[in-house]
């Protein structure tokens, strides 16, 4: 069963409106996406607040990930740079 949290509002629980739908394109086929919003605006801030709470907690958590990959591949290119020089200098 699939339920669309997206339609009720998370904080008061209220049937939520479609602002407006967004047709993007993923993965060569067209995603439509729904955005909508509280009726009550003054609920729908707190909700915006809350979710771009979230998104920049998550956003940190990727960052730091992307952040060890880098210093990964740093690590494994410097590791591949030492061979080809060691190769270079034996000619
Ligand atoms: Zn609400």
């Known amino acids: 069963m699939v339920i669309n949290c997206q339609s009720i509002c998370i904080k008061c629980g209220k049937q939520r409106v479609v602002v407006k739908t967004k047709k993007e394109r993923l993965n060569s086929s067209w995603v439509y996406t729904t955005i909508t919003a509280c009726p009550d605006s003054e609920c729908q801030k707190l909700v915006d607040a809350m979710l771009n709470k979230e998104k920049a907690v998550r956003s940190k958590i990727i960052e730091n990930q992307e ?10 290119r410097r ?3 030492r061979k080809v020089v060691a190769v270079q200098t034996k000619k």
């Open 67 to 76: 952040r060890e990959k880098v210093l990964r591949d740093k690590r494994r």
């Open 79 to 81: 590791s591949h740079r």
